[in-house]
Every structure is written in C-alpha cells, then in structure tokens.
C-alpha cells in the first residue's frame, strides 16, 4: 500500500517560488510514476507534471513547462515540485498521485492513479 503526504504549499506574492515535496510510504517505489495534480475552486483537477520510476523522463502541462520541474529521490522516498515565477492562476490545491504504470501520454489522466495525498494549498496573491 502506498501512502502519500504532500508538504510545501502556502501563500505566495506573484513571481514567487515555492517547493512542494510529496513523501511516500510503501515498497517498491521505483516502480511507480508519479505525478502532480491541482485542483482550482470551482475547476476540474487538471495535470501539472509527472515523472517516471527511474526519474530519467518527465512530463509537463503546457502551463507550466519551463517554470516547474519535477524531480524525485528514490533513496528518500520523496518527489519534489519546484515552482518558479508563481502566478494567481497557479492558485489550487496541489495533489500528489502515484501509480504502478509506466509514464506514458496516459500519465496524464487522473483516472490511471492508484494512489493521491490529502493535498496542500498553494495562493498566490496578486
């Protein structure tokens, strides 16, 4: 069983950075993909990024590519998402979810995640 805390998120001006982490719990972590998902008030959850088992391929929302980066530590157990040049509509709840599938153009659908945090808040003020 896999279990997921996400950490990192607050309040932040517009331009501003922050850092989320997702810790995980359970085996076999290399074997899972994981990704990020955020949820606006009143919005869809949509994709943010996701990373492979290995860590050695990525993927990006068109909104984000070239201001996130996702990254993890398999030794650690932990998934990171650095956040850069923050702006209002990045404003959501951040989930991190994992699954034991290979990173594909699938990985991009909530539905092929086995596994989500409780999720953290991010705001960015204007």
């Known amino acids: 069983q896999m279990h997921l805390v996400e950490s990192g998120g607050r309040m932040v001006q517009t331009g501003g950075s922050l850092r989320l982490s997702c810790a995980a719990s359970?085996?076999?972590?290399?074997?899972?993909?994981v990704g990020w998902f955020r949820q606006a008030p009143g919005k869809e959850r949509e994709f943010v990024a996701a990373?492979?088992?290995?860590?050695?391929?990525?993927y990006y929302s068109d909104p984000v590519k070239g201001r996130f980066t996702i990254s993890r530590d398999n030794a650690k157990k932990t998934v990171t998402l650095q956040m850069t040049n923050l702006k209002p509509e990045n404003t959501a709840v951040y989930y991190c979810?994992?699954?034991?599938?290979?990173?594909?153009?699938?990985?991009?659908?909530?539905?092929?995640?086995?596994?989500w945090g409780l999720g953290t808040q991010v705001t960015v003020s204007l």
């Open positions: 979810a994992a699954d034991q599938h290979s990173l594909t153009g699938d990985s991009w659908f909530a539905n092929m995640y086995k596994h």
């Open positions: 359970g085996s076999a972590f290399v074997t899972y993909t």
């Open positions: 990373i492979s088992g290995n860590g050695d391929e990525t």
